[in-house]
């Protein structure tokens, strides 16, 4: 089993239009998380995204950060990790990073990768009934990054493990 960091981004909805409003990542078993608040040319907004995140444009204008400023914390906090940045929808999440660091004119300093890239065919499927039955448990908010950061770390080093 290898030691991961994990990142998961809420978005507003998963149109091509759709842009980042949530990020955290899982380092070294510590979760750093963010609201951003929306660039003036995002502007597209789901409302059934909204109903299972549970986040408002109003609440991310009044409480998010600017997206520069979430990049630079991004780029500083996992340019020097040692440990592989994963995620169990790395196009989605890739794609949300890449516009958030393409609205500021950021360079991205980090590399998200696969989460099932780390697994073999078995831990992949175990891996998804994992995450599923925590999903159901009640112990984590889904849909909220940072809970879904300690959902994806649980369910992988659960698979990971045989147990």
């Known amino acids: 089993m290898k030691h991961i960091n994990v990142i998961d981004i809420e978005a507003s909805g998963l149109h091509f239009d759709a842009y980042p409003i949530e990020v955290a990542v899982l380092i070294n078993e510590k979760v750093y998380s963010w609201l951003i608040k929306?660039?003036?040319?995002?502007?597209?907004?789901?409302?059934?995204?909204?109903?299972?995140?549970?986040?408002?444009?109003?609440?991310?204008?009044?409480?998010?950060?600017?997206?520069?400023?979430?990049?630079?914390?991004?780029?500083?906090?996992?340019?020097?990790?040692?440990?592989?940045?994963?995620?169990?929808?790395?196009?989605?999440?890739?794609?949300?990073?890449?516009?958030?660091?393409?609205s500021v004119k950021q360079s991205r300093l980090f590399h998200i990768s696969s989460l099932y890239e780390l697994m073999n065919e078995d831990e992949c499927k175990s891996f998804d009934h994992l995450k599923r039955q925590l999903a159901l448990s009640g112990k984590y908010r889904q849909h909220r990054a940072k809970e879904d950061v300690r959902l994806i770390l649980d369910a992988y080093y659960e698979a990971s493990s045989g147990l």
């Open 38 to 102: 929306p660039e003036p040319n995002w502007l597209h907004w789901c409302s059934a995204a909204e109903s299972m995140h549970g986040i408002t444009r109003e609440r991310l204008l009044s409480e998010g950060l600017n997206a520069a400023q979430v990049a630079e914390e991004l780029n500083n906090l996992l340019k020097h990790s040692d440990a592989p940045l994963c995620s169990d929808a790395v196009y989605w999440d890739s794609d949300w990073i890449d516009t958030l660091f393409h």
